[in-house]
């Protein structure tokens, strides 16, 4: 199956800085990209939706300033935690698609831990 | 409002067994309903997936069972193994599957050996 790869796989930053997570399609070009965040034994709850060379949609409660997302090429999107606090920890993860029909793959996912 | 509800929230059953998650759905807009695979510190994988024109659908031990009139959906997994432990979430999303999931609260699979 296709690849997500995301990167890195676990950040542990100081309170106020910024991280930034990649997630990159390996083998496909990625027209929409997904991110999630998932708390311990918890659901996934989608944060915001990227599409390639435009602005990301944000879900309903998500600050779109303290979460920047970029989605520049078909097989890149990051997401920018800034101002980090420890309530931002939390397992992130990715998942990207190419067109409307087509399987989403998953990211491996990344833990960020802000001390 | 939860739009895709899951249970049981955990399940334990015994190696050779049939291991049986439920899901209820609220919007029948919904027409792509994937069931994932999750191990901890993993991202989710699809296990499988159905829509809603057909009843069930089988992959090797897993077999998804649809019911539109019900609004409900189940995965079974049959001579479940020790390696099948793991959270299992429903989720479902409108037109196709290249559209925002909405998932289920998850289920925690451990089948003993």
């Known amino acids: 199956g296709a690849v997500v790869s995301q990167h890195p796989s676990w950040v542990i930053c100081k309170s106020g800085t910024s991280v930034k997570i990649e997630c990159r399609s390996l083998?496909?070009?990625?027209?929409?990209m997904f991110w999630y965040r998932q708390f311990p034994k918890q659901s996934l709850m989608l944060m915001a939706t990227?599409?390639?060379?435009?602005?990301?949609?944000?879900e309903q409660g998500v600050e779109k300033d303290k979460f920047l997302i970029n989605h520049a090429s078909l097989t890149l999107s990051t997401l920018t935690v800034t101002s980090a606090h420890p309530e931002d920890s939390s397992f992130y993860i990715c998942?990207?698609?190419?067109?409307?029909?087509?399987?989403?793959?998953f990211g491996e996912g990344s833990w960020l831990t802000v001390v | 409002q939860q739009q895709v509800k899951q249970s049981p929230q955990s399940l334990i059953v015994q190696k050779g067994g049939i291991s049986i998650i439920n899901c209820a759905y609220e919007?029948?807009?919904?027409?792509?309903f994937p069931w994932y695979q999750q191990f901890p510190g993993k991202g989710p994988a699809l296990l499988i997936a159905?829509?809603?024109?057909?009843s069930e659908k089988k992959e090797g031990r897993f077999t998804i069972s649809f019911n539109k009139s019900a609004k409900q959906f189940s995965l079974h997994i049959m001579d479940s193994q020790p390696g099948d432990s793991a959270t299992y979430f429903c989720?479902?999303?409108?037109?196709?599957?290249?559209?925002?999931?909405?998932f289920g609260k998850g289920t925690l699979l451990t089948v003993n050996p």
């Open positions: 998942s990207a698609g190419t067109a409307p029909g087509n399987t989403i793959y």
């Open positions: 083998d496909f070009q990625a027209t929409t």
């Open positions: 990227s599409n390639e060379g435009s602005k990301a949609t944000y």
């Open positions: 919007n029948t807009a919904f027409d792509y």
């Open positions: 159905i829509r809603p024109d057909v």
């Open positions: 989720a479902a999303s409108i037109g196709g599957s290249n559209y925002k999931l909405t």
